[in-house]
């Protein structure tokens, strides 16, 4: 089963500054990886998919990065509503899982 | 507007049993794989399993292999779990989640919906 890593654990940065997430895969995952967010009580929200596609309707100040090992989610410029729970997941093979998550946090 | 909404969870005793159920609106239904995802309290996600658009390939994770069973009816567009055997450690909110984004890989795909979830407690 592969393992996905995120670091760090919690990101604290403040409104208008560039937020970088890693995500380590065990294995190659190729391209395969995708970015969610989620918020207190929500359901995840997709973001990237296949390492760099933007989902329906994300904002551009989101990008993703990466492919083998090796990933990134950027967030160009934080917004106030940015401030949430990030998790990488691979879906190479089964099971698709999930990295353990970052927290993004206001400074 | 996609929309999925689950029912069916609650309390039960360690041993028991529980169907969840997913209502599925505004995509083709039976065109796309559907999954469950779990989230335990404070804790982070588990795919728990998926079901492809015909019902021909059908996946689950070791911790439920064998205890829970994935299912779905195009006709009604629902999507279902069926949980036996409940141990404390099933304790979460299980979510349904399409995969109309990107392709699956032996069941690995991408949940680009999410329902809000069902919360299913295990506990004597």
């Known amino acids: 089963e592969i393992v996905l890593t995120q670091s760090p654990a919690t990101l604290s940065l403040s409104p208008g500054e560039r937020a970088t997430l890693s995500c380590r895969a065990s294995?190659?995952?190729?391209?395969?990886l995708a970015w969610y967010q989620q918020k207190p009580g929500q359901a995840p929200r997709l973001l990237i998919y296949d390492a760099s596609d933007r989902a329906t309707g994300i904002p551009a100040r989101f990008s993703g990065s990466g492919s083998g090992t090796d990933f990134t989610l950027t967030i160009s410029s934080l917004e106030p509503e940015d401030f949430a729970v990030y998790y990488c997941?691979?879906?190479?093979?089964?099971?698709?899982?999930f990295g353990q998550g970052t927290k993004l946090e206001i400074k | 507007e996609v929309q999925l909404v689950e029912s069916g969870g609650g309390l039960v005793k360690p041993g028991g049993s529980l169907r969840l159920s997913c209502a599925a609106s505004g995509f083709a239904f039976n065109t796309y794989s559907m999954n469950w995802v779990r989230q335990a309290p404070g804790k982070g996600l588990e795919w728990v399993a998926s079901?492809?658009?015909?019902?021909?390939?059908?996946y689950h994770a070791d911790s439920v292999k064998g205890r829970f069973t994935i299912s779905r009816d195009n006709a009604k567009n629902s999507l279902y779990l069926q949980m036996n055997s409940l141990r404390a450690e099933d304790t979460a909110v299980y979510h349904c989640a399409s995969s109309t984004v990107g392709q699956c890989n032996d069941g690995s795909c991408y949940a680009d919906h999410w329902g809000q979830g069902a919360l299913v407690t295990v506990s004597s």
């Open positions: 079901i492809s658009s015909s019902a021909k390939h059908i």
């Open positions: 294995q190659s995952v190729s391209s395969y």
């Open positions: 997941q691979q879906r190479a093979n089964w099971p698709p899982v």
